[in-house]
């Protein structure tokens, strides 16, 4: 499968600049018809909590932006965006839509951040929640879930075969960011892709370094501080040799 993740400088809570810069990118780079395109953790907004002006529902701008592009383009886009439910609170949420333009899943980042304050703006999701494109099982997460290696191990019963995180994850913490997703693809022997953002916002600087690892937790491509798109292919026949030549996996207890 094509995967192929736009890094960039996501301007604060302005849904058309936004919108703008993905079809700029999108449209100076060839994309297989089937791919799966993947932005970041609020690629419309960046990681703001003023839900008044971001929030939105099923036929919000953004979503509308979306389903209209992954129609134009004949693909699969994975992208965070802030979603506001019928009832309860506002939602951090990545959603995948398909080739005619259908949402085919949503996921509710479980683990909002409490040391900066989403918790007490977003609802926590509840779901580890794979989902099947094609042959591959993928398994969405968002930002500081990364931390919690316990969710990866739940998609495991599945299993999952491709992890992504997208993220707005801040400079200062750089190594965390790439030590922790080489070690979710080392324990879960599984592709993971970690999707960060550039530039600055009014709390944080981003620093990007995008990345994506093999089964084997060795890195297929990398990204700098840099507005770039990372492409690359992953196979199902790489992940299934990998996890028969060395099955860890089936020793697994919990």
Not at 34 to 61: C, K, Q, Y
Request: glycine share 6%.
């Amino acid at each position: 499968m094509d995967i192929i993740a736009l890094q960039y400088d996501v301007a604060w809570e302005d849904k058309q600049a936004n919108h703008q810069k993905v079809q700029e990118l999108v449209a100076a780079n060839p994309i297989n018809p089937g791919s799966l395109l993947i932005l970041p953790e609020m690629f419309d907004t960046g990681f703001s909590f003023n839900t008044g002006n971001t929030a939105e529902s099923n036929d919000g701008p953004s979503h509308v932006f979306l389903k209209d592009l992954a129609q134009q383009k004949s693909i699969y886009i994975h992208a965070g965006l802030t979603y506001r439910p019928e009832q309860g609170q506002c939602q951090n949420q990545a959603v995948t839509i398909n080739p005619q333009g259908e949402i085919i899943h949503r996921y509710t980042k479980i683990h909002t951040f409490t040391p900066g304050g989403e918790t007490d703006c977003f609802e926590q999701g509840r779901t580890v929640s794979p989902y099947q494109i094609n042959d591959f099982t993928i398994c969405p997460f968002v930002c500081y879930d990364l931390r919690f290696p316990e969710i990866f191990r739940m998609a495991m019963n599945v299993p999952t075969d491709f992890f992504t995180v997208i993220a707005s994850w801040p400079a200062k913490r750089k190594d965390h960011w790439l030590s922790l997703l080489k070690a979710r693809a080392i324990e879960n022997q599984a592709y993971v892709l970690g999707l960060n953002r550039i530039g600055t916002d009014e709390y944080h600087a981003y620093d990007g370094h995008s990345i994506l690892f093999n089964p084997k937790g060795e890195c297929i491509v990398s990204l700098e501080n840099n507005e770039a798109i990372l492409q690359a292919q992953i196979e199902k026949n790489t992940l299934i040799e990998a996890r028969q030549k060395f099955p860890v996996l089936k020793d697994k207890q919990f």
